[in-house]
């Protein structure tokens, strides 16, 4: 399985404020996905980031306020802008091994509380 | 539309007893099956996962899930729980990807969510 390191593991912001997660994978991958486990919640997939093409956002999140980077097949950073209390969440990644029939491996979270 | 159900939002187990985690899906075709666990304060593990093939699946640490399609239910279970079992247990289930797809097609949808107590 894929060794998936996040950047912070935590952090505390003010209102106001953007935030850069970093996502990194031990190897190539195609697809590499960000989620958002809002506080006694499940997953809920934010977009999809395909290396060398703009992210592809789910309905209710948009560029603006989640920008993300796909520089290479090995890294990706998600922005949370413009923060408030309601981003208070776990952000992960994911990536997708397509060679294991489809089975997404995710990173360790990034917990995000905002004041 | 494809939607994942855990009817329950916790389940107690004493040690040593069997447990049982639901899910229930639906989706149209073939799904794809997974299940996945959260320790407090750490990220998602992937346990198992149905494809195709045998019905009864086996996973990491001791844990199995039964793929029923007429009922459309894919349920964790484990013959003899450990309290060190206790955690959040997604279902997810995903559409087989078609050979182009990209963007959001085939994406994981997870349940809500069962917290497992297991009890000494």
């Known amino acids: 399985s894929a060794v998936i390191s996040q950047k912070p593991s935590r952090d505390i912001c003010q209102r106001g404020t953007s935030l850069t997660i970093q996502c990194q994978v031990d190897?190539?991958?195609?697809?590499m996905f960000w989620y958002r486990q809002q506080p006694g919640q499940s997953l809920t997939l934010i977009a999809t980031a395909n290396q060398g093409s703009e992210a592809t956002y789910e309905s209710g999140f948009v560029i603006d306020k989640f920008p993300i980077s796909r520089p290479n097949l090995t890294f990706s950073t998600l922005t949370v802008s413009n923060m408030s209390p309601e981003d208070s969440s776990i952000y992960l990644c994911?990536?997708?091994?397509?060679?294991?029939?489809?089975?997404?491996?995710f990173g360790p979270g990034t917990r995000l509380t905002v004041l | 539309a494809q939607s994942v159900a855990q009817p329950e939002d916790q389940v107690n187990v004493a040690e040593g007893n069997p447990l049982t985690v639901k899910c229930t899906y639906s989706v149209s075709g073939n799904p794809y099956l997974f299940w996945y666990v959260q320790y407090p304060n750490r990220g998602l593990q992937f346990l198992l996962k149905y494809i195709t093939g045998d019905n009864l699946v086996k996973g990491s640490y001791g844990f199995e899930a039964e793929f029923n399609k007429s009922q459309t239910s894919f349920h964790l279970k484990k013959p003899s729980a450990l309290v060190s079992d206790s955690a959040l247990y997604f279902c997810?289930?995903?559409?087989?990807?078609?050979?182009?797809?990209?963007?959001?097609?085939?994406?994981?949808?997870f349940g809500k969510g069962t917290k497992l107590s297991v009890k000494p």
């Open positions: 190897s190539q991958v195609t697809m």
């Open positions: 994911s990536v997708d091994y397509r060679g294991q029939k489809d089975t997404q491996y």
């Open positions: 997810a289930v995903r559409d087989p990807v078609p050979v182009n797809y990209g963007g959001s097609q085939g994406n994981l949808i």
